[in-house]
């Protein structure tokens, strides 16, 4: 049956923050980053902190929100989790998910100092591979298969953090193996799956992954930022996705989250909540709290106490 637009307690799953005037994000400042480019960057080169996202979100039900490393630069990363020490935590970034190379020699020390944070709820690696060079994140293809990259992933066993995977749709069968292969890991997907080939044969692949993807339990996916590879986007252009995306991992596999400010390249803050809650209005009431508050709670552990909190 029908239901009215979600108007609960909403937990953001996935945004960033950075000050540029730390000098930490050499992809925000001047070069042309890995797997972008300048056009699309240059809307971001600002500074965005807290206040800036409660601007934003202001009258839109945000309970907490879940900061998503902001890849800051390899030689300082580990700062990231001491600069978000000094904000005000209460609301944004109540907890988050750091950021290492999983395939450095020191990764499992790297990983115990983050992991060990009361706040620390995830790590994500990028490892977004694009046939195009020039749209990849990674040099080559198959870091999920590397050896020495899995040796890494080790470090997550027993641990409860969990690993956030943001890819392209031709890593799917890739990242299913992965997910086979360490069942008592939890995996997020970021943003959909990243269905960025728009070409009737792009998104059959991506349809296809996604639902191979589906079977993995010990997966879950973020049906966030859609708008990043839809610039022209309305709602009913957006529901296919969306909704193939529910179809793929059910109600109680999936995350809001926004990407902001990334996100805020093709949508207002306002604009882009419009556009979830008409997305999943027609799904019964306790289905759209799930999507938009529960399954956070529940993927992330966010109600156990840590060990060291």
């Not at 042309?32 to 300048?38: E, L, Y």
């Not at 890991?185 to 070409?199: A, E, L, W």
Request: glycine share 8%.
């Amino acid at each position: 049956m029908a239901s009215s637009p979600y108007d609960g307690p909403v937990i953001d799953s996935h945004h960033h923050l950075w000050d540029l005037d730390m000098g930490r994000h050499p992809w925000l400042q001047g070069r042309t980053p890995d797997g972008a480019n300048r056009a699309e960057i240059d809307p971001l080169e600002r500074s965005f902190l807290v206040e800036d996202y409660l601007a934003a979100a202001q009258g839109q039900g945000i309970e907490a929100t879940i900061h998503i490393e902001a890849s800051w630069d390899p030689g300082t990363r580990a700062e990231e989790t001491q600069w978000l020490d000094t904000l005000e935590r209460s609301v944004v970034a109540r907890w988050h998910v750091f950021g290492l190379d999983l395939s450095a020699p020191d990764a499992a020390d790297a990983f115990a100092r983050e992991a060990a944070h009361p706040r620390a709820v995830g790590l994500r690696d990028i490892v977004s591979w694009h046939p195009d060079p020039r749209k990849s994140f990674v040099a080559k293809e198959g870091r999920m298969s590397d050896p020495a990259w899995r040796a890494g992933l080790d470090c997550l066993r027993g641990t409860g953090i969990v690993f956030e995977i943001l890819m392209a749709p031709w890593q799917m069968r890739e990242a299913y193996e992965l997910a086979s292969d360490y069942p008592d890991i939890q995996f997020v997907i970021n943003h959909c799956g990243s269905p960025m080939d728009r070409s009737e044969e792009g998104l059959a692949l991506w349809r296809m992954g996604l639902q191979l993807l589906g079977r993995a339990q010990n997966v879950a996916l973020k049906v966030s930022n859609p708008f990043a590879y839809d610039h022209d986007w309305t709602v009913d252009s957006l529901r296919p996705i969306v909704d193939h995306c529910l179809g793929c991992f059910g109600h109680d596999r999936v995350l809001f989250g926004t990407d902001f400010p990334v996100a805020g390249r093709q949508a207002s803050y306002g604009g882009m909540m419009d556009a979830f809650r008409t997305l999943t209005a027609d799904l019964p009431a306790d289905d759209q709290r799930k999507y938009f508050y529960d399954n956070a709670r529940r993927i992330y552990r966010l109600d156990e106490e840590r060990a060291n909190g």
